[in-house]
């Protein structure tokens, strides 16, 4: 998608490795977010950040951890991978606006623990 | 905590009939309410975005109405095509600006357009 890329876009691993994902965008955005999605959970924020070092936990953020250094990246750390974090990993991004608008995702990190 | 449901998890209709899909949430206190389109293997792309003072939005085929008071959503796709076979999503925003745009989505209504 123009302006938000993620990496590695697959990624099998070993149940118990660190993993980490990364989210860089283009726009200069403030806010950037890290959602999970799950068969019957839907989408589920992970972390999210407001600005550089700013970042605050979601809805679903045991066992992970974020950093953001610059502007454009965000990075996602699984600190010891487990299968309950085999999912379909999407980044976001979004103005500094109230309500979201603008709101636009990655094309996702396809994420195997094995 | 917020909730957000879509009804049906799946549809399925021939080409050229109207789509009606449902979405509801728990808490009125939002600041707007999303449509999105997810097509297998790809990110979401925005379709329709209504504030919570609207009661619609229009796009083209695309139709999405909004009733606060009652948590609910129905977006209307007009004249059925197979391109529009896809997952749709909605999704609203906190009132609380604080809250920091944090999206809450619903469990998205598959749907296949048939030849």
């Known amino acids: 998608d123009a302006g938000i890329t993620q990496s590695p876009r697959h990624k099998v691993t070993e149940t118990g490795t660190p993993v980490t994902l990364r989210c860089h965008q283009t726009?200069?955005?403030?806010?950037m977010y890290w959602y999970r999605q799950d068969p019957g959970h839907g989408l589920r924020l992970i972390h999210y950040s407001y600005g550089v070092k700013d970042t605050d936990k979601g809805e679903v953020s045991d066992g992970y951890s974020v950093s953001r250094s610059k502007t454009e990246d965000f990075l996602l750390t699984l600190e010891s991978a487990t299968s309950s974090q085999t999912s379909v990993y999407f980044c976001?991004?979004?103005?500094?606006?109230?309500?979201?608008?603008?709101?636009?995702f990655g094309s996702g990190t396809r994420l195997t623990v094995v | 905590k917020q909730e957000v449901t879509q009804i049906p998890a799946a549809l399925s209709v021939p080409e050229g009939e109207n789509l009606v899909l449902n979405c509801s949430f728990t808490?009125?206190?939002?600041?707007?309410l999303q449509w999105f389109r997810q097509d297998p293997g790809k990110g979401l792309t925005s379709l329709l975005l209504i504030q919570s003072s609207q009661r619609e939005q229009t796009s083209g085929r695309l139709n999405a109405s909004l009733d606060k008071s009652s948590g609910r959503s129905t977006l209307y796709i007009a004249a059925s095509q197979p391109g529009d076979s896809a997952t749709y999503l909605c999704a609203v925003t906190p009132w609380l600006k604080a809250a920091g745009n944090k999206l809450t989505f619903g469990g998205g209504t598959r749907v296949l357009v048939k030849p």
């Open positions: 726009e200069n955005h403030r806010y």
């Open positions: 808490d009125s206190a939002i600041y707007n």
């Open positions: 976001a991004i979004s103005g500094s606006g109230q309500g979201a608008v603008g709101y636009t």
